[in-house]
């Protein structure tokens, strides 16, 4: 399968054209969105929620995954092979956590295309190379092996929100295997504590948990954390 991880939106025309090309190009192929919301421009976020959602998917699962302030700049354009996955998108730091948590990692240069536009290589681009991947189960040609960027100045966990859900919920940078249970976070002066689920804490409480894909998330029972004073993205996280 194809999976989109990109902060182009459902509204207007971005998402439907990348969609567009990889049903041209790979036709008996599904497209799973997974991410269409992304924070815009928001890199780093995006790059840790990307391993804790892409280990949902079977190995050989292609994910185009563009979340791209400098398109046309200097960053190239790479696929990383990362425990059997594949990722093609933007070398700006997207892929960071990924390469830095897999077992086994590859990653190769892409090559330029002729007549792409320099301002949508998601669809110029990186739809038409995961479109070859999916199809073939190998890289296109010209591809050549290269050194991705690692940024080795982002720490293993990032303690601040990198995603608002559409019930309101705020996902952390944070895996709950290094939180303890009895820890209490503290957002912009909420002091907020751990329950199991939802229904554990009454009508209208906040509260942290440990999310279905591994990432410590603030939520409010029946209501939105995102309501309330200082929790958005970009929000730090104490311990």
């Known amino acids: 399968m194809i999976v989109l991880f990109t902060d182009f939106g459902l509204e207007g025309p971005y998402?439907?054209?990348?969609?567009?090309?990889?049903?041209?190009?790979?036709?008996?192929?599904?497209?799973?969105?997974?991410?269409?919301?992304?924070?815009?421009?928001?890199?780093?976020?995006?790059?840790?929620?990307?391993?804790a959602y892409a280990a949902g998917f079977p190995p050989g699962a292609v994910f185009v995954c563009v979340v791209d302030p400098d398109v046309g700049g200097d960053r190239q354009g790479v696929v990383v092979q990362a425990d059997g996955r594949w990722y093609v998108g933007p070398d700006a730091g997207l892929f960071a956590l990924v390469t830095r948590r897999a077992q086994s990692v590859q990653t190769f240069r892409l090559p330029d295309v002729a007549g792409a536009s320099p301002s949508f290589h998601g669809r110029d681009v990186f739809a038409p190379a995961a479109a070859f991947i999916a199809r073939n189960g190998r890289l296109p040609g010209g591809c050549e092996p290269c050194a991705a960027g690692t940024r080795a100045d982002w720490q293993d966990d990032l303690s601040r929100?990198?995603?608002?859900?559409?019930?309101?919920?705020?996902?952390?940078?944070?895996?709950?295997?290094g939180i303890p249970e009895t820890a209490t976070l503290i957002v912009n002066d909420h002091a907020i504590k751990r329950a199991q689920t939802f229904s554990d804490v009454p009508e209208g409480e906040v509260f942290w948990y440990g999310n279905a894909n591994g990432l410590v998330e603030i939520a409010v029972n029946r209501g939105r954390a995102d309501a309330l004073p200082g929790i958005r993205v970009g929000a730090a996280v104490d311990i």
Do not use: K, W
């Open 15 to 51: 998402t439907g054209q990348v969609q567009a090309v990889l049903q041209q190009q790979a036709p008996a192929i599904p497209v799973i969105n997974l991410f269409s919301d992304l924070t815009p421009f928001d890199i780093q976020s995006a790059a840790y929620l990307l391993p």
């Open 161 to 177: 929100v990198v995603y608002i859900d559409h019930y309101g919920n705020a996902i952390t940078g944070l895996r709950t295997t």
